[in-house]
């Protein structure tokens, strides 16, 4: 669960935005689900002229009146609004739950008072999806008591995050965030790439580019190489230099090719996730020979030319080494030292994955890799991990699913299904692995991520469905499938089982 906390100065005007259509029409129904006093009592009605819009007179009088009582000792900013939002492979809940969990948050906030101070007036609002498809409720909180006293608030972003954590728990939902536990975090996407990416029909830039420069690190052994890949997958790359020295890089930011005349929108990699900032990436390797920008620019890498029956032959084998690297991770006690390197390096091979089997980007592959590399996430300033021959292996299985580059068609892509088959296999004992070593959101993490490839293996011909030459342009819709919550999906043994063997 994911709350987000802002501030404000006129509660009628929130009420109007939140019993409003919202900013993409994604106000359905707004309703109340909980408040200081029965809903029932508080909920506005509808007006009864054509345009249907709500009488929030009285609501908004009733929120405002600790305020009006506090008079100059009232709080500036004193409209407290916070949006609890679960990701989308929590799925929906009911009001009733919601209603609860809305209780629960003031109760643990402080903002219901307790024996020796009044608490505040408050409300909770829900509505449709966000125009992420986030189920979610609005929580507005006037910051003053009944009795008139103002509140002032220390941390209240830090305890929001941590109140998050305890009804996680309380309310048995998933741990999907490994940045609240320490781990680098993922800056998330704004409103006008959001907006962007409707109105287009495409994924947003900057989880393709997000997805395109982690897979483009899977196998690379030095920073020369993963530019050359970051090339070869047709992106646009360019260095950051130092004020210093105009020869030596210190950063760098990446966009897709655009259409037509249009202009590329650039994006630094610390913007993409907190593992991918040019320091931390940069770790991998410490002993190396940093390039300059000069060699940064000339990189240039040339698309593979296999033939489709060699293609094929590379997607078998990889298949058959997946098969045997999940047979070795079964032996790996969890706390051993080549874990953070495993995790990082199946992460990476995932985004090999959906970039060979969905190069537009769309599609369950592509959301398992995205929330994979959460679970992955490496604490923050963490040092680079431990060696591991598994993490080779991976690596070198990597390396030829690039070469392999993408099927060219159903054919081709139902022998790369056993290649799908044996990386879900690896997602699964890395959600049980996280789950044994006890980190509670890394373990959510990787269980969304096995989530988001079972309809795909259950059904057995979603992938062959889905591919797609691939293009600048033109993506198809993203298709949609029901997620377990908290659950961890299990792989059946008798479900995509290879088909070639």
């Excluded at 393709?208 to 196998?219: C, H, P, T």
């Excluded at 990476?348 to 890799?369: K, N």
Aim: hydrophobic share 40%; aromatic share 4%; with cysteine.
């Amino acid at each position: 669960m994911i709350p987000k906390v802002t501030y404000g100065s006129r509660v009628r005007g929130l009420l109007e935005y939140l019993w409003g259509p919202g900013k993409a029409e994604e106000h359905i129904n707004p309703h109340l689900v909980a408040g200081y006093d029965d809903v029932e009592l508080l909920a506005p009605e509808r007006r009864e002229r054509a345009d249907g819009g709500w009488s929030l007179e009285e609501l908004a009088a009733r929120l405002d009146a600790p305020q009006i009582a506090a008079g100059e000792r009232g709080v500036q900013q004193y409209v407290w609004q916070c949006s609890l939002s679960l990701p989308a492979q929590e799925g929906q809940l009911d009001d009733a739950t919601w209603g609860r969990i809305a209780g629960r948050f003031v109760q643990e906030m402080g903002f219901t008072g307790d024996a020796e101070r009044a608490g505040c007036r408050w409300i909770a609002v829900r509505h449709g999806l966000s125009a992420k498809g986030n189920d979610h409720v609005h929580l507005v909180v006037t910051l003053a008591t009944e009795d008139g006293a103002p509140v002032w608030l220390r941390q209240d972003k830090r305890r929001s995050q941590q109140v998050a954590d305890l009804l996680e728990d309380e309310f048995g939902l998933g741990k999907w965030t490994p940045g609240r536990a320490g781990a680098t975090k993922r800056p998330e996407l704004n409103r006008p790439e959001v907006d962007r990416a409707r109105r287009s029909g495409q994924a947003p830039d900057r989880e393709l580019l997000r997805r395109q420069v982690r897979a483009s690190l899977a196998g690379a052994g030095s920073e020369a190489e993963w530019v050359t890949r970051m090339k070869g997958a047709g992106l646009l790359v360019a260095a950051r230099t130092s004020a210093k020295d105009p020869n030596q890089v210190v950063g760098y930011a990446v966009a897709l090719r655009p259409a037509g005349a249009g202009k590329p929108i650039w994006y630094a990699g610390r913007s993409l996730d907190g593992d991918l900032s040019l320091p931390q990436i940069r770790k991998r390797w410490p002993e190396t020979e940093r390039p300059s920008a000069g060699q940064w620019k000339a990189a240039d890498s040339a698309e593979s030319n296999l033939r489709g029956e060699d293609r094929m032959a590379v997607w078998r084998s990889s298949a058959a080494a997946l098969e045997a690297i999940s047979g070795r991770l079964a032996g790996v006690a969890p706390d051993s030292p080549q874990w953070p390197a495993v995790a990082r390096a199946s992460a990476e091979l995932l985004a090999r994955v959906a970039a060979a089997t969905e190069p537009s980007g769309r599609g369950p592959v592509s959301r398992a890799a995205d929330a994979l590399a959460r679970a992955a996430a490496p604490p923050r300033r963490a040092p680079a991990p431990a060696a591991s021959s598994v993490a080779g292996e991976l690596g070198r299985v990597a390396d030829a699913l690039l070469v392999a580059g993408h099927a060219r068609d159903g054919g081709e892509a139902a022998v790369l299904l056993a290649v799908v088959v044996q990386a879900a296999r690896l997602v699964v004992a890395l959600a049980e692995l996280r789950a044994a070593q006890q980190q509670a959101h890394a373990g959510g993490a990787a269980a969304a991520a096995a989530a988001h490839l079972m309809p795909l293996l259950q059904s057995g011909t979603g992938l062959v469905d889905q591919v797609h030459a691939p293009t600048q342009g033109g993506l198809p819709q993203r298709p949609v499938h029901p997620v377990p919550g908290p659950v961890r999906p299990r792989i059946d043994p008798s479900v995509g089982r290879d088909p070639l063997r």
